[in-house]
């Protein structure tokens, strides 16, 4: 069974960061390119930033370029968003996702993420 699992995510004030993490199981992760994904409050899915199977390629949404860091542990089978100098509208629920060529395969169930003095 395919399960990713998110951590990491809180309250944290304008300007701070928080490291999300995604733990991944069922699946080979190395053979997957992977996804964090998030959702505002009452808006749709936004992609966030994407890795390749062995990190060498990353991409991110314009508004995250300079502010957050996508990595993996393929040892670990564990995917990471670090979100530095947070905004509030950085605010939505974050979802990691393994994906091929024809979209995204497997959601974990999302972490929240509030920022807000």
């Known amino acids: 069974e395919v399960q990713l699992v998110e951590s990491g995510g809180g309250l944290a004030q304008p300007g701070g960061s928080l490291r999300l993490s995604c733990a991944a199981s069922?699946?080979?992760?190395?053979?997957?390119?992977m996804n964090w994904v998030r959702q505002a409050p009452g808006k749709g899915l936004e992609w966030v930033a994407t890795i390749s199977t062995y990190g060498s390629t990353t991409d991110y949404a314009e508004s995250m370029w300079g502010r957050f860091t996508i990595s993996r542990d393929n040892a670990k089978n564990t995917l990471y968003l670090q979100m530095n100098n947070l905004k509030s509208e950085d605010t939505a629920v974050y979802y990691c996702a393994n994906s091929a060529a024809w979209g995204f395969l497997n959601w974990g169930q999302g972490t929240q993420v509030i920022v807000s003095s």
């Open positions: 069922g699946f080979t992760f190395d053979d997957y390119t």
